[in-house]
């Protein structure tokens, strides 16, 4: 059996769900991006979903779960934030999907 570390796992499991989109996991977005209206909803649910421009800077532990983007003249964050399955407290496992709830925001840089 092949083992793979916990960064990798996290990494994994966080691309999975942000490539899949709202429909798997828990996706919010802030009220700035949403009074922007449905058109930039959808666009900004896209361009996270497709989001690929990792970096040392933007992803220093290689657990892909923030990324910077420009979109229609806006500067926005994207943050997956892994939670115990009750959501109330941090994960303490979150290569563990058992174990972990992971809910990704979507929000505008000024709302930072």
Same mark, same amino acid.
């Given at each position: =059996? ?10 994994? +499991?966080?691309?999975? =769900? ?9 996706? =919010? ?9 449905? /058109?930039? =909803? +959808?666009?900004? /649910? ?8 990792? /970096? ?12 910077? +983007? ?29 174990? /972990? ?12």
């Amino acid at each position: =059996m092949i083992s793979i570390s916990p960064a990798n796992r996290i990494r994994e +499991l966080n691309d999975e =769900m942000r490539r899949a989109g709202p429909s798997c996991g828990h996706w =919010m977005m802030t009220q700035g991006v949403m009074a922007e209206g449905p /058109t930039f =909803m +959808l666009l900004a /649910t896209s361009a996270v979903q497709t989001f690929s421009n990792f /970096t040392p800077d933007n992803d220093p532990y290689g657990e892909r779960d923030f990324g910077a +983007l420009d979109l229609a003249g806006q500067r926005m964050f994207w943050k997956i934030d892994c939670y115990d399955r009750d959501l109330r407290y941090g994960s303490n496992d979150p290569s563990n999907p058992s174990k /972990t709830t992971r809910v990704l925001t979507i929000m505008l840089a000024s709302e930072y």
